[in-house]
């Protein structure tokens, strides 16, 4: 055997696929079964497809070693299928000049993302949804970025937040983007400061004791900016070629390009895709978007001929492959359709999240929010948004009541939908606290929108950035959402029922519109937790509510007291000895009064 027919047998061991770097050079290897021939084209070879062909391997890829190759430097793919030449972006290549130009040779740095990290368990978590884009936007410039991002750590650290739920940062098409249009679903984005600005990133929210969660998109690609497009030159139907369907399959609300879910080489793209973010970013969890759409084509799961059995098979595995290498992974799906079959586990035919969004919590508590005329807010709507439960798990769900969904596409901010004319106006204030309140007391994974602690307003868009005079504005808004985050996390030692499974929904005054509920973990003192809820504008004296327990009962939050806005009420909502006699099922009762739109917190001491 010859000594380069050794040398390349020795070099075809180099195991991954994209780009390599190697101690001296880099190594790229590429699927594409119709080409006839692949070169790798670059600065390092004056883009000359001559320079440095590539093998073609069993399993159709394409290999060669480039030893003069240097990180940093740009380079493409150059195919040839019969009269076609071409040149496209690395599929799997990590870093980009931007969503149309080269892909930049990278090597992953995962110790750069900092000393390892434990995130919350799922029932101490509190997320925070963050657009990078619009989160911080520095004086003068058009979109934020992840160093900026960084800079309002310690403010998200002082909001009570433990973790941060990140829209898609893979390259998308244009500086501005929700980043639900994935161009190249390995490469960071490179507007925000693309694989260095997301692990600087992910080290300073760990230091923070905040996890990230990475939101992807894997129902479709694209539309636009997108190399995976016929990839080598193949298509059936012109439609996507290689990594997508060709057929009816293929078409998904945002565009032509559903991968192909039952073809192996792209089932493989889409999970060392979800691996990738754990093992060379460090982030704590994904969270898939719109899965509905991986389980079905037009979103109508069950039916016969919309079922996508390949996707479901798709989202188990990866979800079994994510769980086995990092067991404490988040794993969060938008379903939107509260099937409690995405959160349970694949060995019981699940999909395998550990938790989902849960549209019948905040469709209901936004609704009742809005309504105009207190006589038409319905108690049992909120009722049974505090009392949906999947698999067994009250944290097997999201709970919120503005999502970067819900306060665009038609919709908006919730206190804008309140009060169109004046969101800063007390009712807006009001109800729109109260939805907080529910929002961190409710059983589930709370989460708030971007600004919704300082009560933004209109609706999301991507190019208007947070409005940072807001919280000197609305400092008594922010104060609310801090003091029920240390409530929700139990921060003081005495709300530990916030993060149990247990809730009994058991005062309901559908005439003064007050409404009661218990949340508890083991019960007792320090354990029990009493909420109760005004949703009349006028004041309720004289409530009386069940308890557990005998002893004093103390208010620990009543969201009309005045530290949350000098103009609120500052009803009495007073400390209660417990009386006993039975009353609604419990063996003591208590007499409170709430101001008008008011919530009220209550437990007891250890």
Same mark, same amino acid.
């Given at each position: ?78 195919? %040839? ?46 997320? #925070? ?11 003068? /410039? ?61 080290? /300073? ?37 290689? #990594? ?29 895709? /979800? ?5 060379? #970013? ?6 898939? *978007? ?37 067991? *404490? ?36 508590? %936004? ?32 709970? #919120? ?21 004046? /969101? ?41 950035p947070l409005d940072w005079s807001r919280p000197e504005d609305f400092k008594g808004v922010l104060a609310l959402y801090r003091d029920l985050a240390g409530l929700r996390r139990n921060l003081g030692g005495n709300t530990a029922g916030l993060t149990g499974q247990h809730v009994h929904v058991h005062h309901v005054e559908h005439e003064r519109k007050v409404l009661g509920f218990r949340r508890w973990r083991e019960g007792g003192a320090g354990? *029990? ?78």
């Amino acid at each position: 055997m010859s000594d380069r027919k050794k040398a390349l047998e020795k070099i075809h061991v180099i195991p991954g696929m994209g780009c390599m770097v190697q101690p001296k050079g880099v190594a790229f290897r590429v699927w594409a079964p119709h080409a006839e021939s692949v070169s790798v084209v670059g600065l390092f070879n004056n883009w000359d497809p001559a320079a440095h062909p590539m093998q073609r391997e069993d399993g159709d890829t394409w290999f060669t070693m480039v030893d003069v190759a240097e990180e940093g430097q740009g380079y493409l793919y150059h195919i %040839r299928n019969g009269e076609q030449e071409f040149t496209r972006p690395d599929p799997r290549g990590r870093a980009m000049e931007n969503s149309v130009g080269n892909t930049l040779v990278w090597k992953p740095k995962p110790e750069e993302a900092g000393p390892a990290f434990t995130a919350p368990n799922m029932n101490d978590l509190v997320i #925070y949804e963050m657009h990078v884009g619009s989160f911080n936007v520095p004086e003068g /410039a058009n979109h934020g970025t992840f160093a900026s991002a960084v800079e309002k750590m310690p403010y998200l650290k002082s909001l009570g937040i433990n973790a941060i739920e990140v829209m898609p940062v893979a390259e998308f098409a244009g500086d501005l983007s929700w980043g639900y249009n994935p161009a190249s679903p390995f490469a960071v984005e490179s507007a925000y400061g693309g694989p260095q600005g997301l692990l600087a990133f992910v080290k /300073a929210a760990h230091a923070h004791g905040i996890a990230v969660i990475m939101d992807v998109v894997y129902n479709h690609f694209g539309p636009s900016d997108l190399g995976l497009w016929q990839f080598d030159g193949w298509s059936e139907n012109d439609k996507g070629g290689i #990594y997508f369907y060709n057929d009816h399959r293929s078409s998904t609300p945002w565009g032509d390009t559903r991968p192909d879910y039952g073809r192996g080489e792209v089932r493989t793209y889409i999970r060392d895709n /979800a691996l990738m973010w754990f093992e060379e #970013y460090g982030v704590d969890g994904l969270r898939w *978007d719109m899965t509905v759409f991986i389980r079905s084509c037009q979103g109508n799961p069950g039916h016969p001929d919309d079922d996508l059995s390949e996707g479901w098979g798709l989202m188990q595995w990866v979800n079994d492959e994510i769980h086995a290498q990092y067991p *404490d992974a988040i794993t969060i799906a938008e379903d939107l359709r509260d099937s409690e079959w995405l959160v349970k586990g694949t060995g019981a035919g699940g999909a395998g999240f550990r938790s989902q969004w849960n549209a019948a919590f905040v469709h209901p508590v %936004r609704d009742v929010m809005i309504q105009t005329a207190d006589e038409h807010r319905r108690l049992e709507a909120i009722q049974t948004a505090l009392t949906c439960c999947f698999d067994g798990d009250v944290f097997k769900r999201v709970i #919120y009541s503005e999502s970067h969904d819900e306060v665009a596409n038609g919709k908006a901010r919730l206190p804008t939908e309140i009060s169109p004319d004046d /969101a800063g106006a007390l009712p807006a204030r009001q109800r729109s606290n109260l939805a907080a309140a529910l929002v961190y007391t409710a059983p589930g994974i709370p989460m708030i929108f971007q600004g919704q602690e300082f009560l933004t307003d209109e609706w999301f868009r991507d190019d208007v950035p947070l409005d940072w005079s807001r919280p000197e504005d609305f400092k008594g808004v922010l104060a609310l959402y801090r003091d029920l985050a240390g409530l929700r996390r139990n921060l003081g030692g005495n709300t530990a029922g916030l993060t149990g499974q247990h809730v009994h929904v058991h005062h309901v005054e559908h005439e003064r519109k007050v409404l009661g509920f218990r949340r508890w973990r083991e019960g007792g003192a320090g354990d *029990d937790v009493l909420v109760i809820l005004n949703l009349s504008h006028t004041a309720a004296d004289d409530v009386r509510v069940g308890v557990p327990n005998a002893g004093c009962w103390k208010v620990r939050f009543h969201s009309d007291a005045q530290v949350y806005g000098h103009d609120l009420g500052g009803h009495p909502c007073l400390d209660a000895e417990a009386t006993e006699g039975e009353w609604e099922g419990y063996p003591f009762s208590i007499h409170l009064a709430l101001g008008g739109y008011s919530a009220a917190i209550l437990s007891q001491d250890k």
